[in-house]
């Protein structure tokens, strides 16, 4: 079944420290995808995407994700958290240009 | 623009009660969709409309639950009867539709407890 996984339920970070969260999905053929955060009381918003190209995607708020095909999986970096980045953070992927399939999400806090 | 925008923000009912969510796209948009996030099963796709038309309700728990695009600026989501198992946030979110790499916009989401 088409499926898409984030290992880390919950991080723990203090400022500065450096951010990656895992992202791997189980499908075959193309596919489109996001990474959207979840600020505590608000929506989902977009951090960033990939669709072509440039398999390493910079986002807002000094966030990147690298596609490696090879491995299925788009993990999210950032080289230096900040307080303001605690929030739930879901991976999602778009299969063969069908509807999104979201991860379980991860939630992020940042100790100042 | 404002955005999708969803009511009302908050629903507290009683088991047995029908409940009705409602949700106006950004203009322009053709497709809408609409999710339910929990804390056991994360963010679940419930529909999605294009262009007003229903693609895929295979995430529709059961019939209880229906959902509705009359015009391309209005959708309801109507649980009948609502039971404590329905409590959630329910969003809903609309994107042009086009391309592979369109992005969907969220709103808000609506807050339900049945007690």
């Known amino acids: 079944a088409q499926s898409v996984s984030q290992h880390n339920h919950h991080v723990i970070l203090s400022e500065a420290a450096s951010l990656e969260l895992g992202c791997n999905y189980s499908y075959g053929g193309t596919v489109n995808l996001f990474w959207y955060v979840q600020y505590p009381g608000q929506h989902l918003q977009l951090l960033l995407k990939y669709f072509s190209g440039d398999p390493l995607v910079k986002g807002i708020k000094g966030f990147e994700a690298e596609f490696i095909k090879s491995k299925f999986s788009f993990n999210l970096r950032k080289p230096s958290v900040q307080w303001s980045d605690t929030a739930e953070y879901f991976c999602?992927?778009?299969?063969?240009?069908?509807?999104?399939?979201f991860g379980t999400g991860t939630r992020l806090l940042v100790s100042p | 623009d404002a955005g999708v925008i969803q009511s009302p923000r908050h629903e507290v009912t009683e088991m047995g009660q029908e409940v009705t969510l409602r949700c106006k796209p950004i203009?322009?948009?053709?497709?809408l969709f609409w999710y339910r996030q929990t804390m056991m099963r994360g963010l679940e796709l419930l529909i999605y409309f294009n262009n007003n038309v229903p693609i895929d309700d295979s995430g529709m728990p059961e019939d209880r639950f229906s959902a509705k695009m009359p015009n391309a600026s209005f959708s309801t989501l109507k649980i009948q009867p609502s039971e404590p198992r329905d409590s959630a946030v329910y969003f809903c979110a609309s994107s042009t539709g086009q391309g592979a790499g369109d992005e969907q916009f969220f709103g808000p989401g609506t807050r339900l407890t049945v007690l």
């Open positions: 999602a992927v778009k299969m063969d240009f069908q509807k999104l399939v």
């Open positions: 203009s322009g948009h053709n497709s």
